[in-house]
């Protein structure tokens, strides 16, 4: 988790979001999200001692499906946005490994 | 210098539900490419995902199976990476509110028993498969987004077996409790591997080098030995072994170096906003836990206290659960455990490994192979003769008795057949006549040998020994 006191680094957020910036670009994008950041470190003064940590503003739970199947997509309709595709599947760029 | 290892396994289980983790397209092996996918498990802009009930309650299960606690509050999180066989750029996981927490798993390691301390399981998707072309890679989303749990252990382990015992105790218990048929060809458990080595005595644990993604347990124990192998040779020499991920070479026995350190992923994770947490109450996971089936070390203890099987045949019955579940079910039809035991052990799993099949597919059903022990506990058939009837049932299918009858099997106990037979062996062999006479008990025995060959194997050998002796000691 990124810490706001310390700033972000733009350049390798950048770089995990597979962004290519042009130097200009990241200076102007550290300056406003430094702005951001540093908005948004008020609330660094509320005292949450005793508030839990939650990952949802509403209390909802368990939304589950049942085990069912249901219908999945036509294989052409699937296909027909892949931007390559042979044998019945999507072409990528050579990957290698993980 | 000593040195000893660690070894802590993270193992993906793939459950078996009938659909995916967060959609309803179908989960099956081996579909045409990219005919169960949808907008969710393709991950199309908007699309939600929304959870499989039977997966958590899989998981879960699996947990009580390992003596986890169930976590009553759980949440999803997002790991974020690039690459093309996950459609959404990020895999929905649980990062540190896991369903299960803790447990531990007990197993037979050369003969002592070890426990092996779990951590946590966790419930996330898999991912889809590659296949790698010339030019390029070809990507099937079938098996994107389907529901894969990772059961982490403590780093507990300290060699190659302790590892093998886990996994397969691991292997075993998911496979009984009907969490998953855990098929290694088909993907279905495959282990990540962590090993470290230090100096004997030295507190802190070495470097770990993680070994990923291995569904062969062969392999997994040859990497593990490599690895130790390798790390000792590297602080032997004065190095420092390198934190890393080591991919395993099959064909030269191998581990080589993946990805080091610095070029580690920061997968960025964060809550996911599409689900909601789940909560699981006490009540539930008593309700789960009454549903829990019999696991093999149960079974096997029962085969002996109860059924009064030798300890190695009850090992060898429950070793595989359809193996056990047809024995249960033959047990059904007669009380002659031992008999079962003896057939499974000796000509079922032969005949199956020489043909490859399972045993659920056998032409020799669990009634069958009872109407064959009936047989011969009725003194209808010799046991040799039934071993017979077993392999042409298995081969050719048929009904046991039309079998004996068609084949004319049946024993002959009936003295005025086996007398000329008797009479025949005597008069043909003088010199067995004249040892026996002598004192030489064992003699008798050729003479017996003598009257089977011309019954053809099928006189009764205990009416034919009585018979022996009668005209003998007369």
Known sequence: MSNATQGMDVGYVAHLARLELTAEETALFQGQLDQILHYVEQLNALDVAGVEPTAHAIPVYNVFRPDEVGRSLDHDDVIANAPSAANGQFRVPKIIDQ | MEYEATIGLETHIMQKTGTKMFCSCRHEYGAAPNTHVCPVCLGY????????????????????????????YSKWDRKNYFYPDMAKNYQISQYDQPLCLGGQLEVEVDGAMKTFAIERIHQEENAAKNTHVAGGSLVDYNRAGTALMEIVSEPCMHSAADALAYMNALKQIMQYGGISDCDQEKGQMRSDVNVSVRPVGQKELGAKVEIKNMNSFAFIEQAIGYEIDRQIAVLEGGGRVAQETRGFDADRGETFTQRTKEDAHDYRYFPEPDLMPVKISAEQVERWRAELPELPAQRRARYVSELGLPEYDAGVLTSDKAVSDWFEEAMRHTDNAKAVSNFIMGEMLRLLSGQGTAISESQVTPEKLAAIIALIDAKTISTSAGKQVFEIVFNEGGDPKTIVEAKGMAQVSDDSALEGWADEAIANNPKSVEEYKAGKQG????????????????????AVMQMLKQKLDA
């Open chain 2, 45 to 72: 802009p908007g699309a939600l995902p929304v959870l499989n009930e039977k997966a958590i309650e899989l998981c879960c299960k699996a947990g009580l199976l390992l003596g986890c606690a169930i976590n009553p």
């Open chain 2, 443 to 462: 003699a008798i025995n050729f003479l017996m040998g003598q009257v089977m060959k011309a019954s053809k194997g099928k006189a009764n050998p205990g």
